[in-house]
């Protein structure tokens, strides 16, 4: 089993910035691929970001390109979402995931969820 504890959501005024972090514990090693979702009112849940963990490769949604970042320190098994120029269109609740044994960025089937971290941006 894997254990995902995400943090640093809250509230931001457009334009403005927060990075989130997801802390993944237990059986890590089987752990290839990790994403970070959000899901707006009304919504369905959208993948925003992922990063395969052996290799620098990363997707991101066209919605965010250019304004949020994946990044991962694989030694202290944490992975970031740097969220740059925030607008409210960004406010959502915003979930870490992990895959095992996968190489397919683009899925959205994953294994572990964590509770999710609420991001709001005031316009």
């Known amino acids: 089993q894997v254990q995902l504890v995400e943090s640093g959501g809250g509230l931001v005024q457009a334009g403005g910035s927060l990075r989130l972090s997801c802390a993944a514990s237990?059986?890590?090693?089987?752990?290839?691929?990790m994403g970070w979702f959000r899901q707006a009112p009304g919504k369905e849940r959208e993948l925003v970001a992922s990063?395969?963990?052996?290799?620098?490769?990363?997707y991101y949604a066209d919605s965010v390109k250019g304004r949020f970042t994946i990044s991962r320190d694989n030694a202290k098994n944490t992975m970031y979402l740097q969220m740059n120029s925030l607008g409210p269109g960004d406010t959502a609740v915003y979930y870490c995931?992990?895959?095992?044994?996968?190489?397919?960025?683009?899925?959205?089937?994953?294994?572990?969820w964590g509770q999710g971290t609420q991001v709001t941006v005031s316009s």
């Open positions: 990063s395969r963990k052996s290799i620098s490769l990363t």
């Open positions: 995931a992990a895959k095992k044994y996968s190489v397919d960025l683009t899925t959205l089937s994953y294994d572990y």
């Open positions: 237990g059986r890590t090693f089987d752990i290839s691929v």
